[in-house]
């Protein structure tokens, strides 16, 4: 339910009445590099044998910032709009990157040129 107008009508009070509204503050950069950073610690953990080489390990913290920061780009670059409705960007499809990159083993990746190209090609996929 949107604002009324563009075919939509307004509703009145006596149907709210029954719902509830919530508000949620967006997350800071910060806690979503937190967040991020924890799953792909995870992924690095759960992939022990055979494990991942050591050079990949330096790679975990630039490739969680710089998601977080395509993120936020491309929540201001594209902007929904009604001939394009489908730019509209939450943290699920940053989850999407993270869990498309979790789905590689250790035996697809030998370096950490393969590492950023499963990284590109999983933003390019979700963005």
């Keep these: 339910m949107g604002p009324p107008g ?3 009508n307004s509703i009145t009070m006596r149907y709210v009445r029954h719902f509830t ?4 503050e967006p997350y800071s950069d910060e806690s979503l590099k937190n967040i991020f950073a924890v799953i792909m610690d995870w992924f690095f953990l759960k992939n022990t044998k055979p494990a991942f080489k050591k050079e990949l390990d330096s790679m ?12 936020k780009e491309i929540q201001k670059s594209f902007r929904p709009t009604p001939a394009k409705s489908h730019y509209t960007y939450n943290l699920r499809d940053v989850s999407k990157v993270f869990q498309g990159i979790s789905k590689a083993s ?17 933003c390019m996929r979700v963005f």
């Design 106 to 122: 250790p035996k697809s990746i030998n370096n950490d040129d393969d590492f950023i190209k499963l990284w590109a090609h999983e």
């Design 6 to 8: 563009g075919g939509r």
């Design 21 to 24: 509204s919530i508000y949620i």
């Design 60 to 71: 975990k913290d630039s490739l969680t910032n710089n998601t977080i920061y395509i993120y």
